[in-house]
C-alpha cells in the first residue's frame, strides 16, 4: 500500500484554530485578574446559643436593595 501525505481534516484545523484562539484570550486576561483584598474575607461568627442566627449582612442588604419592585 503506497503511503500518501495525510492532510489534516477541516475539523481539525477549526478545532486548532478554536484552541489557539482560547488560548490567546486566556493569557491576555490572566495579567489583569487581580487578588481579592486579604481584608475582605470575613471570619464566620459563632451560632447563636437559643437559636435564630439570622443577620442583616452586606450581603442580605444589597439583595433587598436589587430586589425592590
Do not use: D, I, W
Amino acid at each position: 500500500m503506497p503511503s500518501s501525505p495525510s492532510r489534516p481534516s477541516r475539523r481539525t484545523l477549526f478545532a486548532g484554530v478554536g484552541t489557539a484562539g482560547a488560548l490567546a484570550v486566556a493569557v491576555s486576561v490572566l495579567p489583569s485578574v487581580k487578588a481579592l483584598p486579604e481584608a475582605s474575607v470575613s471570619l464566620p461568627r459563632p451560632k447563636p446559643e437559643k437559636g435564630g442566627g439570622y443577620a442583616l449582612s452586606e450581603h442580605v442588604k444589597h439583595y433587598y436593595q436589587t430586589a425592590r419592585v
